[in-house]
């Protein structure tokens, strides 16, 4: 099995800055893709972010120039900085990871999420 666990939520005021972790543990042959996901009240979780093990990266619209992902591969870890936040990036934010496990079974997971508000 592959654990995931975020770190990093919090409150913070508009315009200002909060950095994301989540670090994959467990059975761990490879890692995929990794991302985050964020889901406020009353809506469908939305991809936020997402990386490959080369590096590339995807965005979604509304934190484009904003957000940045990044991923450390020895570590097995994902990071989201997230800049200029406004009161509409408040969610629950949750890590994502396709990972190959030791038994060689593809698997997609997700972590527990950790919670993001913005002030106003």
């Known amino acids: 099995q592959v654990q995931l666990v975020e770190s990093g939520g919090g409150l913070v005021q508009a315009g200002g800055s909060l950095r994301l972790s989540c670090a994959a543990s467990g059975s761990i042959f490879s890692i995929n893709a990794m991302g985050w996901y964020r889901q406020a009240p009353g809506k469908q979780r939305e991809l936020v972010a997402s990386?490959?093990?080369?590096?590339?990266?995807n965005y979604a619209d509304s934190v484009k120039g904003r957000f940045t992902i990044s991923r450390d591969n020895a570590k097995n870890t994902v990071y989201l900085q997230m800049n200029s936040l406004k009161p509409e990036d408040t969610a629950v934010y949750y890590c994502n990871s396709e990972a190959i496990t030791t038994a060689r079974v593809t698997k997609v997971y997700w972590g527990q999420g950790t919670r993001v508000t913005v002030s106003s």
């Open positions: 990386i490959t093990r080369g590096g590339s990266t």
